[in-house]
Structure formats: C-alpha cells, structure tokens
C-alpha cells in the first residue's frame, strides 16, 4: 500500500499545528500572576486542596498547586528547591533544615487523630487498655477474649477469634506517628519495630493506604487496625476508646484531640509532638502536620501570598477543618503560628 | 491503450521529500526507543550502586526488611514475585488458551449455527452472520479485560474476592490443612487472591495472541488432517495447536513479563509481608508491590536500597524474557516438526 504524499504532509502539518496551539493554550490558562508550586504530605491532602481552592477563587491572580506525592519527597522537593512551599507529617530534622541555605520556616496549620478501627461482630464499644493495643500490636495478645482486653470491657460479648492485625503496608506519616506513639508507652515496642514510616512490624497482614487497610477491616470480621481520624469518620468505622496517660478511655473526637494538641507548648521552631500527652480527657494520638516555607523569598510577591494564604488558613480557615475530620487548632496556638508567619520574607 | 509515460513515471520531488523525511523520523524514533531503554537502565544501576556495595549479595539472600534497624533483604519478595507469576501463569495459560481455542476453531459459531438452525434461520441475510459476529464479541470483550485500571482491580480484588473465597479457604484450610498450599489460614489479602487476580489480568494477552496464531494455522494443514481420518480432537491437538505453538508460547513470555511487573493490583492484594511459604493462604510480598509502598517516603537514604531492588526486578524480567525466547525456540522447533 502507498501512502499519497499529500495525506502524509497534512498530517504533519495537522500535528504541529496542534502542538502549537495547545502551546498558546498554556500560557492564556494561567492568568494568574503569582504561581505557588508544593509538594508533600498526602495526610493533609483535602484539606489543602480545600483552602488552596477557596484561596484562589478569592484572589484572581493566585494559582495554587499541591501534589501530594508524600512527606519524604516533600522534604527532598523543598531541599531542592523545585517548590515554592512543601508539606511534611514529620516535620524536618535539624539536618534537613541545614541543608536550606535560605531558613526554613515551619507552621503547623492543621492537625489529625490516628484511631484503632475494628470489626468484631455485635461489638459495639470496645476500650482497649495501654498494655491491651500494644499487646495487639506487638502479637503478643493473640485473641479477643484475653484477659487483657476482657478486663476493661465488662459485659461487653467478645469472642474467643484469633485477632487480625491489619498495618499499613505502604511507608506513611499515619504510621510514623502511631509507632512514636507506641514507642513512647512501651520500651520493648520502641526496642522492636521502633519509631518508622514502615517498621517490620511483628505480626499482621499489611495494606496499602487508609484505604486498604479500611477495606481489610471491614471485610475480616475479627480485624483491628489503625487509620486516620477523619478517614474513619467519613467511613463511619468503628473507632476504639483508648487509654490515655492519666488512665481515662477517651474516644477520639475534635475536643479530645484539640486537648492533646493543647498540651504541647511549640518551641521556637513550631515543632512539636505529643507522644503521650498527659492531660485527663486528652485522646493519645493526636499530631500536628506542617507547611514548609522558605524564610527568604527570591521573589516576593510569592512570599507576600504565601504569608496571606498562612494568614487566611490560621483564621477562616479552621472553620472548614473539622468539616473534613481534621482537629483545628486550639486558639492560643494559632496566635503563636500567626506570628511567625510574618518570618517569611 | 495508455502510453508507457502514463503507467510508469518517475517520483515527484514532493513524493521522493516525504519518503526520505518518513524514513528518518522511523528511523529516529526507533533510536528513541533504544536509547530511552538503555538510559532508564543505566539511570537505576547507577543509584542503585552505593547500596550494592554497602549490602553486596546478602541483600538477596536475607528475610528482614527493618528501616528502623537499617537492615534490608529481599528473598521474600523475590520468591513472591516468581511465585505469584508462575501460579497466575499456570491458571492464565490454562483459561486463556482453552478461550482461545473456543473462539478460533469455530466452537461458537457452530454452537450459534446450531441455535439459529432451530428457528430455520441459519442462511438468512441478516442473522446468517450471527455465528462470525458474535465470536468477534467475546473476543474484544477479553480484550477489554486489558484496559482495565490495576487499582480497580485491586479494589475489586479486596471487595469481591477475598471474601468470596475466604469460607472455601477456611474449610480447606481446616480439612486439608496438611497439604503445604492449605497450610495457613487465609485472614484477608494473601497469595491466592493475588494469583486470582493476576490471573485475569494477564488472561487478555494470552487470548489474544493464541487466538491471533490459532487463526493464523493455514486451513489447508486442518483439511489434511480430515482427509487423513482425524476427528476434530485429533486435528486440534495433534495439528493446529503444535503449529501454532511457536506463538502461543511467545504470547505466554509476553504475559510473564507483564505478570513479573504488575504493581497496583498486587500492592493491594498480597498481604506485603516479608514471609516465604507455599501456601497459598499467606501473605506475601512482591518486588514491585514493595517498590510502590516504601518509595513515596522514602528518605534519600533508603532509595539507594530501594534502587537495589528495582535492578534485580529488571534482571529477573530481562532472564525471564531471554529464557523464553530460548523455550520459544527450542520447543516450537520440536512441536511443529520437521519443515517439508
């Protein structure tokens, strides 16, 4: 067969006029005259995208892209200096920050609980002792009925089924978290698997994702597993009361999370945990997740953007947080961050 | 009569133009390709090289993989990688070439003949093409099985397998638990709903390029056959499928190499734990499921190592292709016999 000549130059002709003209089509898309480029945490996704939404529509000339590709190509993106901002459940460590000639500045806008969801068939409530879910965790409270979880659960039905241990199988900030949270109410867990984004977990079927680990639980009646917050609401999973510090089971909600949020007293840098914080009605597992912005600017005009949007987020922006499962910030803290806002130059 | 002038007249300019521009840009594109290939691979073995020689060959003999102690192996996942493969192979090949089969020696369409025969309608001008139309449907609807997302796969694999399979599970796991493939008890996302999965996925490739040889046998070889006294049976097993063999086994390498590779599905499905069992119930890992759950975040540290682990999935799948283009060779050679 022979192609005519002329079919195959309009062809041509056809594909460079249409690589020009979605060429022209680029630039005429963005209007806008600040661009803010980020990179990170997949944790606090919705409700970036949220308020980068909502900020955008208000102000014309700002265009606002997150990719959340997660905290640690985050960071890396940060230190690269491919981004105008990043995100990060884990914060940065003091070498990381090193590393960023141009200071970094990190603020801590939202927050989140991690919660056990189960699926034990006519259980309705379950409180779970310290010794009881780092017992589950390590494999070494091996079914429903040990004494260890029937002790705090009078009249409560549970039976006598192997318990399935569902972690995640993908490295996740979720994970960081429950573990420094594990790890800092039992030396032998912080011995073995320890404080990791993956740890090797002792025992347990693993799952990628909030997603994946919700799916496991609900279709293995007997399973336990760890999720975040506002993944569990919006699932309506069952969530576990936990132990805290002082003895009291709390079951996770905005106020018990915002009280231990409160208990943290943020240093210079804004980083803090609250591995186990310590006050009465405070849930175990609550964490901050943070925004990265570099203190020097090359251009200002973004960082006069970035400080407004820092600014938009710590007042309005609360209001939408909870909405989506997220714990706004206790107040006086949000004063804190407000004022460091005004590092970014 | 027209004048020799008109038949036969050399190439315009435009003409001898675009063929020499459309020969180039062949040409260039199949560098592009090449070079694209050698690129990637030189690009993986380079990060890769600091944690070669930090972990050298231990790193594919050991079972843990701790971050926290910095301590990184892989046999696991190199054995549920092959493992997963050649278990969905098994199954895929089984069901892929049996469709196959069906969809091209006229098994539909005679059985479609045979229904229309019924009503009388079997040479009418419109349901008469019924029997070919309809063998044309199943085919592209295997087909279409390929153009299916992974991650819906995996979805459909964590909400429609698992717990359709866990009661058959647990009881062969209670009464036939001293088998090795029964000898654990299936507690979600495992080796069988992986290989199940798998299975469909890779089942596309094989039908396709089966059916594709099977079509390709020249009738003339089937009608000797017949002339020769051989039933349909004796036709097809000891005529058409050796000829077509050469590509069958080309379209089962092919579907190897993608079973070897696939990610999202399996990321979702095997249970990710660093366990070597045969049994079918147990979770396991696969090098690629591994490479999609650490690396998003990763430290920069860690991907060296992960880097590691994506060069020996590359060495894995080129050997397999290389032996399979060998098995290829050699047994077709064999099946389809001496060339007259």
């Known amino acids: 067969m022979r192609i005519p000549g002329w079919s195959l130059a309009a062809a041509v ?61 985050g960071v890396k993106s940060f230190i690269d200096k491919t981004v105008d901002f990043a995100a990060s459940d884990k914060a940065m460590t003091p070498a990381e920050i090193g590393r960023v000639a141009a200071g970094v500045q990190l603020l801590p806008l939202t927050a989140g609980a991690i919660v056990l969801t189960y699926n034990v068939p006519g259980v309705k409530e379950l409180k779970l002792s310290r010794e009881a879910y780092v017992g589950i965790f390590l494999g070494r409270v091996k079914k429903w009925n040990d004494p260890a979880i029937v002790k705090t659960n009078p009249g409560v039905n549970l039976p006598g089924s192997v318990i399935n241990v569902v972690v995640r199988a993908d490295s996740s900030g979720t ?17 073995s698997p320890g404080k990791n984004d993956m740890p090797a977990w002792p025992v347990g079927t693993r799952s990628k994702g909030n997603e994946g680990v919700t799916a496991s639980v609900q279709t293995t009646p007997g399973s336990i597993g760890y999720i975040e917050y506002g993944y569990a609401m919006s699932q309506k999973m069952p969530m576990a009361q936990l132990e805290n510090k002082s003895g009291q089971f709390i079951a996770p909600s905005t106020a018990s999370g915002q009280a231990a949020l409160a208990t943290m007293n943020l240093p210079e840098d ?8 310590e006050v009465k009605d405070a849930y175990p597992i609550a964490t901050f997740t943070w925004l990265l912005c570099y203190k020097k600017n090359p251009d200002p005009r973004k960082a006069e953007v970035l400080r407004d949007l820092a600014s938009y987020i710590l007042t309005d922006g609360q ?27 | 009569m027209p004048s020799e002038a008109q038949i036969c007249k050399p190439p315009t300019r435009s003409q001898a133009v675009t063929d020499t521009a459309f020969r180039a840009l062949c040409q260039g594109f199949t560098w592009l390709v090449a070079i ?132 058959v599970c647990h009881w062969l796991h209670a009464d036939l638990g001293w088998i090795p493939l029964f000898g654990t008890n299936l507690s979600g996302p495992g080796m069988l709903p992986a290989v199940i999965v798998l299975s469909i996925m890779i089942l596309p490739t094989i039908t396709a390029i089966a059916r594709g040889s099977l079509l390709a046998v020249p009738s003339r070889l089937r009608m000797a056959a017949y002339g020769l006294g051989a039933t349909r049976w004796e036709a097809i097993f000891a005529v058409t499928l050796p000829t077509a063999s050469r590509g ?49 975040e990763a430290s920069p540290k860690d991907v060296g190592v992960l880097m590691y682990a994506a060069m020996v999935l590359l060495v894995i799948t080129l050997l397999v292709n290389v032996a399979g283009a060998y098995m290829v060779q050699f047994t077709a050679a064999e099946l389809e016999g001496e060339k007259v």
């Open chain 2, 36 to 167: 694209i290939a050698v690129i990637i691979v030189l690009k993986i073995v380079v990060a890769a090289l600091p944690a070669v020689r930090q972990y050298g060959f231990g790193f594919l003999s050991g079972h843990v993989w701790d971050p926290h102690k910095k301590v990184y192996s892989i046999l696991p996942e190199i054995w549920g990688t092959l493992y997963s493969s050649v278990l969905a192979l098994i199954v895929g090949t089984a069901f892929g070439v049996a469709a196959a089969l069906f969809l091209a020696e006229g098994f539909t369409a005679d059985a479609v003949f045979a229904l229309l025969k019924i009503v009388n309608l079997q040479f009418h001008p419109f349901w008469g093409k019924f029997p070919v139309q309809v063998e044309n449907l199943l085919s592209n609807l295997i087909e279409l099985l390929a153009a299916i997302p992974s991650v819906v796969y995996g979805l459909w694999g964590l909400f429609v397998i698992i717990p359709l399979i866990r009661p």
């Open chain 2, 248 to 296: 069958i086994f080309g379209g089962i390498v092919l579907a190897f190499g993608r079973a070897l590779g696939e990610t999202m599905a399996l990321a979702m499905l095997v249970g990710n734990a660093n366990v070597i069992s045969v049994s079918l119930f147990s979770p396991a890992n696969t090098l690629a499921a591994l490479l999609a759950n650490a690396f998003p």
């Open chain 1, 175 to 191: 994970t960081f978290v429950f573990t420094q949270h594990l790890s800092a109410i039992s030396k032998e867990f912080a011995a």
């Open chain 1, 270 to 277: 804004l980083i803090g945990w609250a591995p186990d914080p």
């Open chain 1, 13 to 73: 002709l056809l594909a460079t006029v249409g690589m020009i003209s979605c060429q022209k089509a680029g630039p005429s898309a963005e209007g806008a005259d600040v661009r803010l480029q980020g990179s990170g945490a997949s944790f606090p996704f919705p409700i970036y995208s949220k308020w980068f939404k909502v900020y955008s529509q208000a102000h014309q000339n700002v265009e606002i892209d997150y990719q959340s590709t997660g905290s640690g190509s």
């Open chain 1, 319 to 345: 209001k939408e947080s909870e909405a989506l499962g997220y714990l706004p910030l206790p107040d006086a803290m949000a004063t804190k961050v407000k004022a460091a806002v005004q590092n970014i130059q």
